[in-house]
């Protein structure tokens, strides 16, 4: 069993930066994927950034590269995404999710998520 807390957002006005955290616990290894999908109100969930736990970043979204990082720290098992030049379109909750399945990771359908944490970027 994997444990997934968020925490980090808010509201921040367009520019700003914000920066996530997903803290994880329980049966969690070097195995695992995990990162960040966003869903936004009337929108389908999109994932944002994406780690492997053994290995480093997979990848970023097209519309966050070179705005957004992900990184992972080991000795607190917590895994960030930096966000900055936040865009209104950003807007959304976002989830931390991970699986050791990468095809169930990518596609959204990870077995662990947290309860997400609410980013509201105003212009």
């Known amino acids: 069993q994997v444990r997934l807390l968020e925490s980090g957002g808010g509201s921040v006005q367009a520019g700003g930066s914000l920066r996530l955290s997903c803290a994880a616990s329980g049966d969690i290894n070097s195995r695992y994927y995990m990162g960040w999908f966003r869903q936004a109100p009337g929108k389908e969930r999109e994932g944002v950034a994406h780690?492997?736990?053994?290995?480093?970043?997979?990848g970023y979204a097209e519309s966050v590269k070179g705005r957004f990082t992900i990184a992972q720290d080991n000795t607190k098992n917590t895994l960030y995404l930096q966000m900055n030049s936040l865009k209104p379109e950003d807007t959304a909750r976002y989830y931390c999710?991970?699986?050791?399945?990468?095809?169930?990771?990518?596609?959204?359908?990870?077995?662990?998520w947290g309860q997400g944490t609410q980013v509201t970027v105003s212009s």
């Open positions: 999710a991970g699986d050791k399945r990468y095809s169930d990771y990518i596609h959204g359908t990870s077995r662990y």
């Open positions: 780690f492997y736990l053994g290995g480093g970043v997979v």
